[in-house]
């Protein structure tokens, strides 16, 4: 049809696109798709004889394999039916709305476009659809030419219907309406023959598909929220109540991973482990993976911090705290507590939840030095374990505090909102 684009799913065509190529379907499909089909549906390849033979240039699959992509990308059979059904609920509203329109209309008085008719019912539009889909019948096979231009006519009603829709349904829902009203093996595909004329000339050499769907995923982690990974599931948790009460405009733009009901052992080491996992897998949301500011997390991210990293992905930790840079510390084998400055040393979470919740029975919770790390050249710190858990809960009621007074109050907050600020800016 012209200089268009448009779907093929069997002998059926829709969605049709003028003087370009629909880039959500382009999407869809694999560069291994290309083909170049002559008149009689066998393929051919460039260079070949076709002799006197018409083609049609464009990318084709089986209905069953395009079902599949789109099942991991979610547009499952269930999600495109409610879809549908949102969509005819919205046409039908909108039809009714303009009744007064189409009147003046009739009248002759000249206005915008209105809806021509109510849609179909769901399942009535569907099978209308399938039928579209199937062989056509030739025209030889009707008794009279009335019967023929009405058999046409209906699947130009069904053409329109679903034109319509593009209006009211997410285009791969529709996609997937389409497509399931189509036998496995049924060929489908993106016929883009019509954009090689005298007026629009595509250039059949050049990649499409493969492109289209490297700029779909790069506009992905604009659109996602920014994933953050933690050494562990206490701070994840901590991080993410800790951001409702200083970052709540980040809220659903900001998610750490959440590992509750996992396994999954907490550590620097664990952590860097991850990060290699999400490269490898090719996460298309950009992360940020941050661990304790200490001389265990500094080793363990060390080699990781010196390879080549991923756009989408930053490796961080803790920030440096004035709190910490004078700060009571037991060194091994003695029981004297001095003030020495911490950063890099035994930066883990707790030491950052506020001074108020670091005071303990008047004092602040001291740091006791252990293994001294050769490969940072530091020992590593920690607060002894009772004092981490008193810290921890202290920090939880401080969270229930400020929920019910739905502000931070007056408790020192710093430690956690420079967390959040280092990875609100993470990416510049």
Same mark, same amino acid.
């Given at each position: 049809?012209?200089?268009?684009?448009?779907?093929?799913?069997?002998?059926?065509?829709?969605?049709?696109?003028?003087?370009?190529?629909?880039?959500?379907?382009?999407?869809?499909?694999?560069? %291994?798709?290309?083909?170049?089909?002559?008149? &009689? !549906?066998?393929?051919?390849?460039?260079?070949?004889? +076709?002799?006197?033979?018409?083609?049609?240039?464009?990318?084709?699959?089986?209905?069953?394999?395009?079902?599949?992509?789109?099942?991991?990308?979610?547009?499952?059979?269930?999600?495109?039916?409610?879809?549908?059904?949102?969509?005819?609920?919205? +046409?039908?509203?909108?039809?009714?709305?303009?009744?007064?329109?189409?009147?003046?209309? @009739?009248?002759?008085?000249?206005?915008?476009?209105?809806? @021509?008719?109510?849609?179909?019912?769901?399942?009535?539009?569907?099978?209308?659809? !399938?039928?579209?889909?199937?062989?056509?019948?030739?025209?030889?096979?009707?008794?009279?030419?009335?019967?023929?231009?009405?058999?046409?006519?209906?699947?130009?009603?069904?053409?329109?219907?679903?034109?319509?829709?593009?209006?009211?349904?997410?285009?791969?829902?529709?996609?997937?309406?389409?497509?399931?009203?189509?036998?496995? &093996?049924?060929?489908?595909?993106?016929?883009?023959?019509?954009?090689?004329?005298?007026?629009?000339?595509?250039?059949? /050499?050049?990649?499409?598909?493969?492109?289209?769907?490297?700029?779909?995923?790069?506009?992905?982690?604009?659109?996602?929220?920014?994933?953050?990974? %933690?050494?562990?599931?206490?701070?994840?948790?901590?991080?993410?109540?800790?951001?409702?009460?200083?970052?709540?405009?980040?809220?659903?733009?900001?998610?750490?991973?959440?590992?509750?009901?996992?396994? @999954?052992?907490?550590?620097?080491?664990?952590?860097? /482990?991850?990060?290699?996992?999400?490269?490898?897998?090719? $996460?298309?949301?950009?992360?940020?993976?941050? #661990?304790?500011?200490?001389?265990?997390?500094?080793?363990?991210?060390?080699?990781?911090?010196?390879?080549?990293?991923?756009?989408?992905?930053?490796?961080?930790?803790?920030?440096?705290?004035?709190?910490?840079?004078?700060?009571?510390?037991?060194?091994?084998?003695?029981?004297?507590?001095?003030?020495?400055?911490?950063? !890099?040393?035994?930066?883990?979470?707790?030491?950052?939840?506020?001074?108020? $919740?670091?005071?303990?029975? !008047?004092?602040?919770?001291?740091?006791?030095?252990?293994?001294?790390?050769?490969?940072?050249?530091?020992?590593?710190? @920690?607060?002894?374990?009772?004092?981490?858990?008193?810290?921890?809960?202290?920090?939880?009621?401080?969270?229930?505090?400020?929920?019910?007074?739905?502000?931070?109050? %007056?408790?020192? +907050?710093?430690?956690?909102? #420079?967390?959040?600020?280092?990875? #609100?800016?993470?990416?510049?």
């Amino acid at each position: 049809m012209g200089h268009h684009s448009y779907l093929v799913a069997g002998d059926g065509q829709f969605l049709y696109t003028r003087n370009h190529c629909d880039e959500e379907l382009a999407a869809l499909f694999n560069e %291994t798709d290309r083909k170049f089909i002559v008149a &009689d !549906g066998s393929e051919v390849t460039p260079g070949e004889e +076709w002799g006197e033979s018409e083609y049609t240039f464009g990318y084709y699959t089986t209905a069953n394999a395009l079902r599949q992509r789109l099942n991991v990308q979610g547009f499952t059979s269930r999600r495109a039916l409610a879809d549908l059904a949102e969509g005819i609920a919205h +046409w039908r509203k909108t039809y009714d709305s303009q009744s007064q329109l189409r009147e003046r209309q @009739a009248r002759g008085e000249t206005l915008f476009e209105t809806l @021509a008719r109510p849609p179909r019912e769901p399942a009535e539009l569907l099978a209308a659809i !399938g039928e579209a889909i199937r062989p056509r019948r030739p025209e030889t096979s009707f008794a009279t030419f009335q019967e023929y231009f009405q058999y046409e006519d209906e699947f130009a009603e069904t053409v329109t219907d679903v034109e319509e829709l593009r209006w009211f349904v997410e285009e791969r829902s529709l996609i997937r309406l389409i497509i399931d009203q189509a036998p496995a &093996d049924t060929r489908v595909g993106l016929d883009l023959g019509g954009l090689t004329g005298c007026c629009v000339r595509l250039d059949t /050499t050049r990649p499409i598909a493969g492109p289209t769907r490297e700029r779909q995923l790069a506009t992905l982690p604009d659109n996602a929220p920014l994933i953050v990974l %933690t050494e562990g599931s206490t701070d994840s948790r901590l991080l993410t109540e800790a951001m409702h009460i200083t970052h709540p405009h980040l809220v659903g733009f900001v998610r750490f991973i959440d590992y509750t009901g996992t396994k @999954a052992r907490g550590s620097a080491g664990a952590l860097a /482990t991850m990060v290699k996992a999400f490269m490898a897998a090719g $996460v298309a949301n950009r992360f940020v993976a941050i #661990a304790d500011n200490d001389a265990g997390g500094h080793e363990a991210l060390a080699k990781l911090k010196s390879q080549k990293l991923p756009m989408g992905c930053k490796v961080l930790h803790y920030p440096e705290l004035p709190l910490l840079t004078s700060y009571p510390t037991v060194s091994p084998g003695s029981p004297a507590v001095s003030l020495t400055n911490v950063n !890099g040393v035994a930066g883990s979470l707790e030491m950052y939840l506020g001074k108020d $919740v670091l005071t303990i029975d !008047g004092t602040l919770a001291p740091v006791r030095l252990g293994n001294f790390i050769p490969a940072v050249q530091r020992h590593q710190g @920690a607060l002894s374990k009772p004092h981490k858990g008193l810290v921890q809960k202290a920090f939880e009621e401080k969270i229930k505090t400020a929920r019910r007074a739905q502000h931070s109050g %007056t408790g020192d +907050w710093s430690g956690v909102y #420079a967390i959040i600020e280092s990875i #609100a800016h993470a990416f510049g």
